[in-house]
Nanobody, 126 residues
Framework: QVQLVESGGGFVEAGGSLRLSCAVS????????LAWFRQAPGKEREFVAS?????????NYAGSVKGRFIISRDRGENTVDLQMNALIPGDTAVYYC??????????????????WGQGTQVTVSS
């Protein structure tokens, strides 16, 4: 059973940056496709970014964050991070780390993932 624990959320002004981290345990890190999702109040959980398990870790981003967010995975630390830059109030949400061994599409869905973290709140003020 894969366990995921997020950290690094908080409060930031628009234009600022935050870095989220997700510690992965209980599975073979190199076998996992890893992703970040987010859920704003009253909205469905949506895909943010993913890192493919293949060597080289191909990445994929939602259009709303492309060019501002960067996902990276550290094989030595068994973590997957999300560097968030140029934050806007629309980025306010609870951010979740997710893991799966299934092959990902270009538009990963929540149903594609079997393991989830508890979430970390990100609040961006205007």
């Amino acid at each position: 059973q894969v366990q995921l624990v997020e950290s690094g959320g908080g409060f930031v002004e628009a234009g600022g940056s935050l870095r989220l981290s997700c510690a992965v345990s209980g599975g073979v890190f190199d076998n996992l496709n890893l992703a970040w999702f987010r859920q704003a109040p009253g909205k469905e959980r949506e895909f943010v970014a993913s890192s493919n398990r293949i060597v080289g870790g191909a990445t994929n981003y939602a259009g709303s964050v492309k060019g501002r967010f960067i996902i990276s995975r550290d094989r030595g630390e068994n973590t997957v991070d999300l560097q968030m830059n140029a934050l806007i109030p629309g980025d306010t949400a609870v951010y979740y780390c997710a893991a799966t061994v299934r092959t990902l599409t270009l538009r990963p869905r929540t149903a594609d993932f079997s393991s989830w973290g508890q979430g970390t709140q990100v609040t961006v003020s205007s």
